[in-house]
């Protein structure tokens, strides 16, 4: 949602008599009102035993590992940290050991009261590597298919009044960067530019007015945003202006619409080929830039967008937006649903659509995600990102599901239409949280000689994410973790992927809660048609906390 669509949706909000953003904006007061600070650094050593139950090849290691959990709410900073460095040692000569980097942070700190805040972010965590490579779970199975991937966004946000004229602004800088370790498909006349790193900058702003001193609110907008990623010299660049109106029809009921002008343009160096017209391409079978040829343009839209849609809100607990309009050239759908099913359990979904990459999606999508999270860190579930890709916050109903961004690493801009819904909450001694996401990639890629023929397919991904968790006693637990996911990468002989899952892990605190031994279970399968796997895995662990 941009910064004009936020902005209105706040005012018609206001205009119909709904509590829900004061609601959350007190709840951020409250928990800022009790100022604390926990921060947690510990070590871990585990022994984790993975078996191939279609052919019973065994994989053993031993993972050493620090991490900190850390959070820190004053009046004017909210943050979290969640951080795991794993070293694993494999028992096996024909595998190497291998690291792994885990975490998520998120932070909010109010420089002047009321008017500018800075705001930041970032994420450490493993996803597919290549579109057309095999699905990747909770499974500890090697698998050169998984690259480590590094996301962090930080930037201000200005929001403030000028009479009755509500006015905002917000700058983001991202960098996201992919560490595949040399991967390589060994498949000749296929090599792909793949990903390396990105920068991207994105500014909004918006000036605009609740209904009161005219019967209808109204707000306009603008945005820029650009993208710079490696190694072909990727360039995005959109920019739009729009502006919007919201009708209160009813106390719970109001009619929006907008129009406005946008640009989109994405282009690439050309590659090296050599005297035969083969692509030339490095010892790890990277394409190389060739900067004297003349920039390929991969995209190029513009035009009129507009769309219209309703905001309802029936009472306090229920909210919905939902819009259509033209965009990208097409019709385009989106929307958002809030249900307090009661003060424990909530529910939140959302449909989008959007022209984005790789890069920007991490960063949107680590944007988005509340500042106070659930940690993520037990077992062998542990983690953020990957297939299931959900974070879940640690009020009822938040998070989100991060499948648009982590179904694959690609290089190429795409469009992507989906959506994703979050159930979560707590009762008692009883932990829920509950997320499934759909997200369809349509590639805008470079077409010609050399280049990956990826242009116009069409990539689709299914996933569920979900855990219950149960305090046994006050030192002990037991968490139940699952999760399954569905992928068509849409090129031509491609197998579709099925991988599932399902882990169950026991913890026991002693020494007054500074000591944590656990134990954890897990059956994970893959099936892509011709290739089938099955793992059963057991970790045993101890970690102690400082």
């Known amino acids: 949602m941009n910064m004009a669509h936020a902005s209105l949706r706040r005012m018609a909000l206001r205009t119909l008599g709904i509590a829900g953003i004061a609601g959350g904006l007190a709840y951020g007061s409250a928990a800022a009102a009790q100022a604390r600070s926990e921060i947690s650094p510990y070590l871990e050593v585990e022994q984790v035993f993975d078996v191939d139950l279609e052919n019973g090849d065994t994989l053993t290691y031993t993972s050493v590992a620090a991490g900190i959990d850390a ?7 909210d943050a979290q940290v969640s951080y795991r460095y794993e070293r694993r040692i494999a028992w096996e000569d024909d595998l190497v050991d291998e690291d792994v980097h885990s975490g998520l942070a998120q932070a909010r700190i109010e420089v002047a009261r009321d008017l500018l805040s800075l705001d930041g972010g970032a994420i450490a965590a493993r996803g597919r590597l290549d579109s057309d490579g095999p699905a990747f779970g909770f499974s500890t199975a090697d698998d050169d298919n998984i690259a480590q ?85 990727h360039k995005f660049e959109g920019a739009y202006v729009r502006g919007e109106v919201v009708l209160p029809v009813t106390s719970t009921f109001a009619v929006t619409g907008g129009v406005g002008y946008e640009d989109l343009e994405a282009s690439q160096q050309d590659i090296v080929r050599d005297s035969t017209g083969q692509p030339v391409v490095t010892p790890g079978g990277e394409l190389v830039a060739d900067p004297t040829k003349p920039r390929l343009l991969v995209y190029d839209q513009d035009g009129v967008i507009w769309d219209a849609g309703v905001i309802w809100r029936p009472n306090p607990r229920t909210e919905l937006m939902a819009r259509v309009g033209r965009r990208y050239g097409g019709t385009t759908y989106v929307g958002t649903l809030r249900y307090e099913i009661s003060s424990n359990y909530a529910l939140n979904a959302v449909v989008y659509d959007s022209v984005t990459s790789f890069g920007r999606s991490i960063i949107h999508d680590i944007n988005g995600l509340p500042v106070k ?164 895995t057991g970790l045993v662990g101890l970690s102690y906390t400082f």
């Open 373 to 536: 999270f659930q940690n993520n860190n037990r077992g062998l579930s542990g983690g953020f990102g990957g297939v299931g890709g959900c974070v879940f916050g640690s009020k009822p109903g938040t998070g989100s599901c991060m499948d648009d961004a982590f179904m694959s690493v690609a290089s190429e801009d795409f469009r992507v239409r989906g959506g994703n819904l979050i159930l979560s909450g707590s009762r008692g001694v009883w932990d829920l949280a509950f997320g499934i996401g759909y997200a369809r990639r349509k590639y805008l890629a470079a077409v010609g000689d050399g280049f990956f023929p990826i242009d116009g397919v069409h990539e689709e991904s299914v996933t569920l994410d979900g855990s219950i968790g149960r305090d046994l006693t006050a030192t002990s637990g037991i968490e139940f973790d699952a999760y399954a996911a569905w992928y068509d990468s849409g090129l031509a002989g491609d197998e579709n992927v099925f991988s599932g899952g399902i882990t169950a892990t026991y913890y026991r605190s002693f020494l007054m809660e500074q000591l944590q031994a656990e134990a954890s279970l897990g059956l994970y399968t893959t099936d892509s048609g011709s290739t089938d796997s099955v793992f059963a």
């Open 149 to 233: 991937i590094y996301g962090v966004y930080a930037g201000p946000t200005l929001s403030t009044h000028l009479g009755a004229l509500a006015v905002n602004a917000a700058y983001r800088f991202g960098y996201v960067k992919v560490d595949d370790h040399g991967f390589d498909d060994g498949l000749p006349g296929e090599e792909r530019d793949r990903f390396d790193s990105s920068t991207n900058h994105s500014v909004t702003g918006s000036v605009g007015m609740a209904p009161g001193p005219l019967p209808f609110g109204w707000t306009v907008g603008a945005g820029y945003d650009r993208e710079d990623s490696d190694p072909l010299d």
């Open 71 to 77: 959070e820190v709410s004053t009046n004017r900073v």
